[in-house]
């Protein structure tokens, strides 16, 4: 069964520095997601990005945060300057476009956690 | 504003009892309702969704889930749970384009032999 692939599966940085999360979807959808969970705490919204732009985004997504696909495959979130509080487990997803029966599902990365020293 | 609530930070059940995880939603529009599930050290995995149609929704696994209009409400539920129905479940609501999901503050079921 396909599925979508994150690295790394933990990192751990020091406060202010950069970090880069990868994703490759699985490879006909074309809606790509990154999500956020506090420990213990609910999944959050990120970003969404379709067509090589993002289509939504949270508050949460600041200037710090970016999201590219630079190759046709990857899927990255980029943190400029992570802070404390950017400690959590980042899920990539990806679903396929439209309204069909499986359109509209997510399916969802092992996960990345970061952790912020 | 899109959003769910799942008031029961943990279920407890016994195997072979029906489960019931519960979900309400405030939504603006056609609700659009959809059930995740978190198994340890995992992605979460689709259940199943409502977008349109029956009220009762069969998923993955043995579940199911009624939409309640009148009540808001997309309780899941299981008719016999297994042990290994054991992890953290996730209402998920999206907006009108799918473009962003909320997700509820789960719900972890524990179930004992």
């Known amino acids: 069964e396909p599925e979508v692939t994150q690295t790394p599966s933990h990192q751990v940085t020091q406060m202010g520095q950069e970090v880069i999360l990868r994703c490759v979807p699985i490879s006909n959808h074309l809606y790509f997601y990154w999500y956020r969970q506090i420990l213990g705490q609910k999944v959050e919204f990120l970003v969404s990005f379709y067509n090589n732009e993002i289509s939504e985004k949270s508050e949460i997504f600041d200037d710090q945060f970016s999201v590219e696909r630079p190759d046709g495959s990857n899927f990255t979130l980029k943190i400029r300057s992570t802070k404390l509080e950017d400690s959590a487990m980042y899920f990539c997803?990806?679903?396929?476009?439209?309204?069909?029966?499986?359109?509209?599902?997510?399916?969802f990365g092992a996960g990345s956690r970061l952790t912020v020293l | 504003a899109q959003s769910v609530a799942q008031p029961e930070d943990q279920v407890n059940v016994a195997e072979g009892n029906p489960l019931t995880v519960k979900c309400t939603y405030s939504?603006?529009?056609?609700?659009?309702l959809f059930w995740y599930v978190q198994y340890p050290n995992r992605g979460l995995q689709f259940l199943l969704k409502?977008?349109?149609?029956?009220?009762l929704v069969k998923g993955s696994y043995g579940f199911e889930a009624e939409f309640n209009k009148s009540q808001t409400s997309f309780h899941l539920k299981k008719p016999s749970a297994l042990v290994s129905d054991s992890a953290l479940y996730f209402c998920a609501v999206s907006d009108n384009n799918f473009n962003k999901f909320y997700f509820g503050s789960g719900t972890k079921l524990n179930v004992k032999p």
């Open positions: 997803a990806s679903s396929l476009a439209g309204r069909g029966s499986g359109a509209n599902v997510l399916t």
């Open positions: 409502y977008i349109t149609g029956d009220n």
């Open positions: 939504v603006s529009g056609n609700p659009y």
